[in-house]
């Protein structure tokens, strides 16, 4: 990923409203070039809204938006060096695929030579060569899907905007695509923005992410940054799996803060900003990052009782309750390794967080 001294689109300020609801609360935020960039959130948090604001398909109603440093508010969706791949994928039923790639092309002028020289070289970039003059119902949804996305790039856009193009798909071919779209993007060089409400894509395939909620930019970050640092209990709790366990704040020395979870347990964490003795607060630990014990492992484990334990395949999920405390989620590798650590329901345990791993949130 390069970095260029001029965003790729730079949102200032843009609000979007339909009457008495917005859509969208005055969101700042710059998207570099040749990033693979992705809007996060829950269905009607305004992601798309945004998406369909970049393209032109909506107005702004206040701020402005930059396409590398030039305003684009008063051009039309097809004067926009941008290109957009939708949900539904909208090829022509009675077009070959060279014709459904060719076709934008010819709509812009270029001689259907050209055209199809340009659709080829899309096609085979996308590893469908073969599939050239067949129909779109004699192609897999994934094949569908690349097709989509050959036609999307054929104009050369500078940023491509994806509406959740996998969501039609299934488990195991949406996580193969996950993998094909960024290697798409690092072999174009192009910027992608991509909406999805789904974290395990967006921790997957994006070089920075942005969580929306309620129109409203929760946390931008680097994957491994929001979902280890998470600024609020939003973030946390939306992003993967977390415990998220409310606290009293006893005491703060030396940037540490020892935190009162019910049934008299204790937890040391490193106090953020604007904590103060004696406050309420949450903490977040995600259950990966909890260790199960037949005895204390080191001063300040957790007393707990095993409720159940759940095969999911790559990993074993424990629910155990603390002594007199809330419940706690624990995640082990199904692994020799791991399997060492899980116990049998009602079995007694001590759980110990690894060092680090405790997030104070205050909001």
Do not use: W
Not at 89 to 113: C, D, K, W
Not at 130 to 145: C, D, I, V
């Amino acid at each position: 990923m390069t970095d260029s001294s001029t965003p790729a689109v730079d949102i200032e300020n843009a609000a979007k409203r339909y009457g008495d609801f917005t859509a969208i609360k005055s969101m700042s935020l710059s998207i570099r070039d040749n990033e693979f960039f992705t809007l996060l959130g829950p269905s009607g948090c305004g992601k798309t809204t945004l998406l369909r604001m970049i393209a032109g398909f909506e107005d702004v109603t206040e701020g402005a938006i930059f396409l590398f440093g030039s305003e684009i508010e008063q051009l039309p969706p097809n004067k926009r060096p941008v290109n957009t791949v939708f949900q539904n994928y909208a090829l022509f039923p009675h077009m070959t695929i060279l014709e459904n790639v060719s076709f934008g092309l010819e709509m812009q002028g270029n001689s259907r030579v050209d055209a199809h020289k340009r659709a080829g070289e899309m096609l085979e970039l996308v590893q469908l060569s073969e599939f050239a003059q067949r129909k779109p119902a004699q192609l897999s949804g994934g094949q569908q899907q690349r097709v989509a996305l050959a036609r999307a790039l054929a104009p050369s856009p500078r940023v491509l905007l994806l509406d959740e193009p996998l969501s039609a798909l299934d488990l195991k071919l949406r996580k193969a695509m996950q993998i094909e779209l960024k290697h798409l993007q690092r072999e174009t060089g192009i910027t992608f923005i991509f909406v999805t409400h789904d974290q395990e894509e967006a921790l997957t395939m994006s070089d920075r992410i942005a969580v929306m909620s309620a129109g409203e930019l929760q946390q931008l970050g680097e994957p491994r940054d929001v979902y280890e640092r998470p600024r609020n209990r939003f973030v946390a709790d939306f992003i993967g799996d977390t415990n998220l366990l409310e606290v009293a704040i006893t005491d703060i020395a030396d940037n540490l803060a020892s935190c009162h979870v019910q049934g008299g347990h204790q937890i040391q964490c490193g106090a953020s900003e604007g904590v103060s003795k004696g406050m309420t607060a949450h903490l977040s630990v995600r259950p990966e990052r909890l260790l199960l014990s037949a005895a204390p492992a080191e001063e300040g484990s957790l007393r707990a009782s095993v409720k159940e334990n759940i095969f999911v395949g790559t990993d074993i999920t424990t629910l155990l309750t603390l002594d007199g405390g809330p419940d706690l989620t624990v995640r082990t590798s199904n692994s020799a390794r791991g399997a060492a650590r899980v116990f049998d329901p009602g079995a007694d345990v001590f759980v110990t967080v690894e060092a680090g791993a405790a997030r104070l949130l205050i909001n």
